[in-house]
């Protein structure tokens, strides 16, 4: 036996939680840091260099092989 569909029963809200109250935030004092004295370089300045020659050209134009 069919029954007429019934409609859904309003459930009720599930409670909210009560807020937390704010905790106060506590402050510490930073402590002082010294100033961040100059690091030298890890690598020491590089020197001037005289430009080095071109490197020799692979596909320069050769006689023809007078052996083929």
Avoid: D, S
């Amino acid at each position: 036996m069919l029954l007429p569909a019934l409609p859904n029963p309003i459930l009720p809200k599930p409670a909210r939680p009560a807020p937390r109250p704010e905790l106060p935030n506590p402050t510490f004092p930073l402590p002082r840091l010294p100033n961040p004295t100059l690091v030298p370089p890890a690598f020491p300045k590089p020197r001037f260099c005289p430009p080095t020659l071109p490197a020799p050209r692979l596909n320069t134009p050769t006689l023809p092989n007078p052996t083929l």
